[in-house]
Nanobody
Framework: QWQLVESGGGLVQPGGSLRLSCAAS????????IGWFRQAPGKEREGVSC????????KYGDSVHGRFTISRDNGMRTVYLDMTNLKPEDTAVYYC?????????????????????WGQGTLVTVSS
């Protein structure tokens, strides 16, 4: 019933840019904070970024701060992750996830908080 679908991944050269999208359906999207996470082969799932349900609060992991930007369009029921100056270490499967939140809640970078719905992921490969 609830669904998040990631898109926009692909192959990009180091220094390049990509926009990932996370499209929601089947639930009241504007009541949910959204997080982006990634997992590379052999590594643990890592928090990348998150955004509060209103879009007023954003957070970023140290490794992506200054390069990635998260945003949301509640009317379009979509969250975006704009990635610039991509590095090979950014290569991973990127997932978005939703957490039901009050309007006063910010967002969480901890994966365990997102117990509502997860997308299936989109692969980002940064390579020359």
């Amino acid at each position: 019933q609830w669904q998040l679908v990631e898109s926009g991944g692909g192959l990009v050269q180091p220094g390049g840019s990509l926009r990932l999208s996370c499209a929601a359906s089947g639930f009241s999207f504007d009541y949910y904070a959204i997080g982006w996470f990634r997992q590379a082969p052999g590594k643990e799932r890592e928090g990348v970024s998150c955004i509060s349900n209103s879009g007023g609060t954003t957070k970023y992991g140290d490794s992506v701060h200054g390069r990635f930007t998260i945003s949301r369009d509640n009317g379009m029921r979509t969250v975006y992750l704009d990635m610039t100056n991509l590095k090979p270490e950014d290569t991973a499967v990127y997932y978005c996830a939703a957490e039901r939140s009050s309007y006063f809640y910010t967002c969480s970078m901890e994966a365990y908080r997102y117990n509502e719905v997860w997308g299936q992921g989109t692969l980002v490969t940064v390579s020359s």
